[in-house]
Antibody, heavy 117, light 110 residues
Framework: QVQLRESGPGLVEPSGTLSLTCAVS?????????WNWVRQPPGKGLEWIGE???????NYNPSLKSRVTISVDKSKSQFSLTLNSVTAADTAVYYC??????????WGQGTLVTVSS | QTVVTQEPSFSVSPGGTVTLTCGLS?????????PSWYQQTPGQAPRTLIY???TRSSGVPDRFSGSILGNKAALTITGAQADDECDYYC??????????FGTGTKVTVL
């Protein structure tokens, strides 16, 4: 069974860049799955951020597209999220997860990122 | 902007049946939107319940079922149990390769 673990700074300054990495184990990052990021502000609902395939193809939420980059590093079996120009509204628990056609499968435990000075 | 709407909250008696719905702010939900459903308990990552409208994920009890009702996707819990009390989210695939989560429904079993 695929296992995912998020890592990265828990605190980011306003106008800065949020960077998270998701380590993949128990499965191949070169499988037919897509590799996704989803976030959840405290006490609020879930928001899909985007996804990457092992070939590097990406799809993003149109509302975040201008600030988001998701990339994959097959040699390290990990994928990453970068979100630029962050504000307090980007404070959330960030989850990495897999998707196969039209469904989300395995989720990481999530990591809280707070945007504050 | 696409908005996927769910009831904010629902209450069900133990052993009872509840149907949660997932609609679009404009238009109808169909099987071509590949609706899926996720269950989230506080402090935990979501768990997949239903995908492709009505396919149960591995290990999900058959008291959970998915369907299209009218112009919405639906999740029905039959024989509700205490540990079904949590938040439920639907997700629609919007074509153009992006997904949208619903607003979420908080289910109370009492």
């Amino acid at each position: 069974q695929v296992q995912l673990r998020e890592s990265g700074p828990g605190l980011v300054e306003p106008s800065g860049t949020l960077s998270l990495t998701c380590a993949v184990s128990g499965g191949s990052i070169s499988s037919g799955d897509w590799w996704n990021w989803v976030r959840q502000p405290p006490g609020k609902g879930l928001e899909w951020i985007g996804e990457v395939f092992h070939s590097g193809i990406t799809n993003y939420n149109p509302s975040l597209k201008s600030r988001v980059t998701i990339s994959v590093d097959k040699s390290k079996s990990q994928f990453s999220l970068t979100l630029n120009s962050v504000t307090a509204a980007d404070t959330a628990v960030y989850y990495c997860l897999t998707s196969s056609p039209y469904r989300f499968d395995y989720w990481g435990q999530g990591t809280l990122v707070t945007v504050s000075s | 902007q696409t908005v996927v709407t769910q009831e904010p909250s629902f209450s069900v008696s133990p052993g009872g049946t509840v149907t949660l719905t997932c609609g679009l702010s404009s238009g109808s939900v169909s099987t071509s939107d590949y609706p899926s459903w996720y269950q989230q308990t506080p402090g935990q990552a979501p768990r997949t319940l239903i995908y492709n409208t009505n396919t149960r994920s591995s290990g999900v009890p058959d008291r959970f079922s998915g369907s299209i009702l009218g112009n919405k996707a639906a999740l029905t819990i039959t024989g509700a149990q205490a540990d079904d009390e949590c938040d439920y989210y639907c997700v629609l695939y919007m074509g153009s390769d992006f997904y949208v989560f619903g607003t979420g429904t908080k289910v109370t079993v009492l």
